[in-house]
């Protein structure tokens, strides 16, 4: 079901789960016993619209628990540090992509396959206009087998090759996985593209594929709310 909350054209995706659109990307609000969770913030400047998203949906502006931050690119993280500092939440990203969240280290670059290049130039073209994701805190580094409590058991997986710290996060009782960039669907599913190590993300593609999961929450792309799992298995097949 598509609306408009906060401004915003929302997906919801399960009773508990919805997607925020961005010009470039997505980001997914889940309700949980005690609050909300989000994974992932969306570019820069979208701060004030996620809060009025979320209060269209319910929440206020404490009810935001944690951000959970998939990967350490613009897109996923632009509006994480305005938003925990709002709201309280507490910032969890892979450790690996810890640092690069909190502004101390550089982003490494990908490594562009040559029909890449193109696409890579368009999309910063796009958001050319966009300033920097300031700086934010990481307050748990993740890493592979954590678990968080988000009234169902919510399992970490570390899937690096898209950068080195991306993790992406599975509810096996719901059956749903988060991919972050390592899975997109655009316009099928596939493997996402700007990998700083494509073997690595091949690898993570593959693991994640193996889940039994029936829906796939994308960074890009349409959510698949059914049989997501054998959807990711029949794209695998074809990924080298």
């Not at 101390?104 to 890579?120: K, M, Q, R, V, Y």
């Not at 300031?134 to 570390?158: F, I, K, N, Q, S």
Request: glycine letters at 10%.
């Amino acid at each position: 079901m598509i609306l408009t909350v906060g401004g915003m054209e929302t997906t919801q995706v399960t009773d508990n789960i919805w997607m925020f659109r961005f010009p470039v990307g997505q980001a997914y609000a889940l309700r949980l016993p005690d609050g909300w969770a989000l994974v992932d913030t969306g570019l820069p400047g979208y701060d004030r619209q996620i809060l009025d998203a979320l209060r269209d949906l319910g929440a206020a502006p404490g009810d935001l628990r944690e951000i959970l931050l998939t990967h350490s690119h613009l897109d996923h993280t632009g509006s994480a540090a305005p938003l925990a500092a709002a709201t309280g939440a507490r910032v969890l990203a892979g450790t690996a992509d810890a640092d690069v969240i909190r502004g101390t280290a550089p982003e490494p670059p990908p490594a562009l396959l040559d029909w890449e290049i193109p696409i890579h130039a368009a999309v910063h073209e796009q958001i050319s206009d966009i300033p920097p994701a300031p700086p934010c805190p990481v307050d748990r580094e993740l890493a592979d087998g954590d678990t968080l409590d988000w009234g169902e058991r919510a399992r970490v997986l570390h899937v690096p090759g898209h950068t080195a710290g991306g993790i992406a996060l599975h509810l096996p009782d719901s059956g749903v996985l988060f991919t972050g960039d390592t899975i997109a669907n655009v316009p099928h599913v596939m493997l996402g593209v700007f990998n700083t190590d494509r073997p690595q993300a091949v690898a993570s593609f593959h693991r994640q594929a193996a889940l039994d999961v029936e829906t796939a929450c994308f960074g890009h792309g349409e959510p698949l709310l059914t049989g997501a799992g054998d959807a990711l298995r029949a794209a695998g097949k074809e990924l080298r």
